[in-house]
């Protein structure tokens, strides 16, 4: 009995030091970098783990912002397209912030929504056209007001590469209900306008 109450207790402890970020990177590792390190596709239905692994080479993400003539931000707009042939499996969303007085994309975290008349609210974005994610078993997506509270979180947007993550609940194409899903990616940028 004592056995098994000092291994349960060394388990737990190993636990807590060794626990794994939101992105799928380790959040104690040696070298106290926090995530992947590396481009990454790693996705998450219903608790079914597919990867890590290493993307596609065509796999990337991309910014675009246009300003106003005054200079300020008037639209953003985020792609990312990820797949991996070694997990059969990719992820792929487009997603923009526009109207008066927004910020543009950086680090940090946006919750989907339907803009409002006078474009997106603070914190927010919203999809263009699906929201996609493949796997073996099937196709999850969602599209305008069905991804609302969708969150997309970059632990790094960066002109060389973007790291994060993306969760919320999509239908499945096959009709067999909806499906939590998170999509954790760590990809090169294909071109970077801030």
């Keep these: 009995m004592r056995f098994l109450a000092a291994l349960f207790s060394v388990t737990l402890a190993g636990c807590s030091l060794f626990g794994t970020g939101s992105d799928g990177g380790a959040t104690n590792p040696p070298s106290g970098q926090v995530g992947f390190g590396a481009p990454t596709l790693e996705l998450t239905i219903s608790g079914v783990r597919f990867g890590p692994a290493a993307p596609d080479a ?27 042939s070694a997990i059969g499996a990719s992820c792929q969303l487009s997603i ?6 927004i910020a543009g994309f950086n680090t940090g975290a946006y919750t989907l929504a339907d803009p409002g008349p006078s474009g997106t609210a603070d914190g927010t974005a919203s999809p263009i056209g699906n929201i996609t994610v493949t796997v073996p078993q099937g196709t999850f997506q969602c599209s305008g007001s069905d991804c609302d509270g969708m ?23 096959g009709g ?15 071109s970077f306008s801030q």
Excluded: K
Aim: hydrophobic share 40%.
């Design 58 to 84: 065509a796999s990337a993400g991309s910014l675009s912002t246009t300003h106003d003539a005054s200079g300020q931000i008037s639209d953003a707009t985020f792609q990312l397209g990820i797949s991996s």
């Design 96 to 101: 923009e912030r526009f109207g008066t007085a």
């Design 151 to 173: 969150a997309l979180v970059f632990s790094t947007l960066a002109a060389d590469h973007v790291e994060g993550y993306a969760s919320g609940t999509l239908q499945d194409s």
């Design 176 to 190: 067999n209900g909806q499906a939590d899903v998170v999509c954790s990616f760590y990809v090169p940028m294909s």
